[in-house]
């Protein structure tokens, strides 16, 4: 069966793939907050929190990411290695610099934002015990992240980290939906 996308011509089909390949970063611990908020959308930011930036340079020619550094300095040896110098004390325009030029891996929400894993969609029945009863009773989406454990419901800190990357971003983030099989209250 033929797709969708083949009967595209070839311009169009590139400049399809080009947009939706997502970019995946890696960056160190003085962009922990910025590689939080980039998560919370959706995108996969490795970190290495006490790497200098020649280690950051190995990790993403090893692994095909891009460095995210406040730093200038590029290594001559890592001259392949793609990097963009973010902005200094400006969390939004850093964001929003990486929105506007870059895919994300996943679903606004997807990746657990303290260790960059995707996030596994929970049942209410599943979430007993692990998060608030008046949460899992509530009906909305849960999930918990395989590598810390961590559970994440919508709750009013997630709406607050959606108007701040709204506002960074100039774009609504979208929420997570409960899956129509999955979190409804028996
Ligand atoms: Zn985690």
Redesign the pocket.
Known sequence: MECESSRLPRAARAWLSRRVEPTRFVTDASLGFIARRLRFLGYDVASHPGARLEELFEVAARDGRVVLTLSGRHPRKWANAAAIQLPRGDAAAAVRRIVEGHAPAGAPFSR??????ALRPRTAFEAVGEVPARVARSGGPLTS??????WYWLGSHVARIAEWLGAATGKPVALPQARPDGNAPA
């Open positions: 657990c934002p303290h260790c960059n894993v992240c395989p590598g810390c454990g961590r």
